[in-house]
């Protein structure tokens, strides 16, 4: 059975820092997108970073990038979201969800595009 789940969230200042991290199982790890959302209250699901586990490639929102960095680690069978210089407006439940398919841009991640869910985490920035 597929499993998918985040760990890592938490409270923290704006400024600092968290490393949120995906467990997945069941599916082929080393052969799958594995991106990181979030859904702030009234808003709606949005893909932030994605990695193509077969070749490491990466893209990311221009909201994130160069202060997020997603990462995987085959053995451990984890992908890792490591947030730096963390905002008020990053407050959010963090979803991580894997695609069979190849992501060549951050347009493509959207909920749609990704079969396997985790249950989020929260992560909360306070001013």
């Not at 200042?13 to 599916?27: E, N, R, V, Y």
């Not at 991106?35 to 490639?57: H, L, V, Y």
């Not at 451990?76 to 730096?84: A, E, P, R, S």
Request: charge should be negative.
């Amino acid at each position: 059975e597929v499993q998918v789940v985040e760990s890592g969230g938490g409270l923290v200042q704006a400024g600092g820092s968290l490393t949120l991290s995906c467990a997945g199982s069941g599916f082929t790890f080393d052969d799958s997108a594995i991106a990181w959302f979030r859904q702030a209250p009234g808003k709606g699901r949005e893909g932030m970073a994605c990695i193509n586990t077969s070749d490491n490639t990466t893209v990311y929102a221009d909201s994130v990038k160069g202060r997020f960095t997603i990462s995987s680690d085959i053995a451990k069978g984890t992908v890792d979201l490591q947030m730096n210089s963390l905002k008020p407006e990053d407050t959010a439940v963090y979803y991580c969800a894997v695609s069979e398919i190849y992501i060549q841009t951050i347009g493509v991640v959207a909920p749609v595009v990704f079969d396997h869910w985790g249950q989020g985490t929260q992560v909360t920035v306070s001013s």
